[in-house]
T-cell receptor
Framework: GAVVSQHPSWVICKSGTSVKIECRSLDFQATTMFWYRQFPKQSLMLMAT?????????EQGVEKDKFLINHASLTLSTLTVTSAHPEDSSFYIC????????????FGPGTRLTVT | GQQVMQIPQYQHVQEGEDFTTYCNSS?????IQWYKQRPGGHPVFLIQ?????EVKKQKRLTFQFGEAKKNSSLHITATQTTDVGTYFC??????????FGPGTRLSVLP
């Protein structure tokens, strides 16, 4: 159990366009979802934390108007990268936590975004 | 803010040798978690330590949580090529912050 999926797994878009990434918990209810960004050979940088039905909490330095996060249900969160630029190219990973199970985060497979 | 450090950054070992990575937090943690990320993959949860001084074992892996709940270690006995990957610790500050360490990248030479 505790499977998290992400869609798409990779996407290429042009500068100035917007890209939406979906994160779904398939077999449990995710009370909290997290969005991370990972550059090659680097650690995961937390971008934002979202609780179902409420606004996301963004980490310092993350532009909330650029990285729009919606957590509309207990099984789905979306990250929209608006007006993408080449420097937004990265590996975006979501994770989900079910508070009834404890502190463990279950990670999705990640989405590789390339902005040309 | 909370900082989590890991050493070493890289470790190359011969298959069969032991390996240890250390994790240190700038603040006291409610719990610490360890994840493994294979090349090209996503982080996979290994274990969570909650109690001061806790020691847990998973086959060849031994995890320790320091008495002050600010540091932790992961020790692998007799490494195998399947152990290759990056090992991250992540410190949870009572739900207020969840910070990943920079990771230790392990290479195992056959």
């Amino acid at each position: 159990g505790a499977v998290v999926s992400q869609h798409p797994s990779w996407v290429i878009c042009k500068s100035g366009t917007s890209v939406k990434i979906e994160c779904r918990s398939l077999d449990f209810q995710a009370t909290t979802m997290f969005w991370y960004r990972q550059f090659p050979k680097q650690s995961l940088m937390l971008m934002a934390t979202s609780n179902e039905g409420s606004k996301a909490t963004y980490e310092q330095g993350v532009e909330k108007d650029k990285f729009l996060i919606n957590h509309a249900s207990l099984t789905l969160s979306t990250l929209t990268v608006t007006s993408a630029h080449p420097e937004d190219s990265s590996f975006y990973i979501c994770s989900a936590r079910d508070h009834s199970r404890g502190y463990e985060q279950y990670f999705g497979p990640g989405t590789r975004l390339t902005v040309t | 803010g909370q900082q989590v450090m890991q050493i070493p950054q890289y470790q190359h070992v011969q298959e069969g040798e032991d390996f240890t990575t250390y994790c240190n937090s700038s603040t006291t943690l409610s719990n610490i978690q360890w994840y493994k990320q294979r090349p090209g993959g996503h982080p996979v949860f290994l274990i969570q330590l909650v109690k001061s001084g806790e020691v847990k074992k998973q086959k060849r892996l031994t995890f320790q949580f320091g008495e002050a709940k600010k540091n932790s270690s992961l020790h692998i006995t007799a490494t195998q090529t399947t152990d290759v990957g990056t090992y991250f610790c992540a410190g949870d500050n009572y739900g207020q912050n969840f910070v990943f360490g920079p990771g230790t990248r392990l290479s195992v030479l056959p």
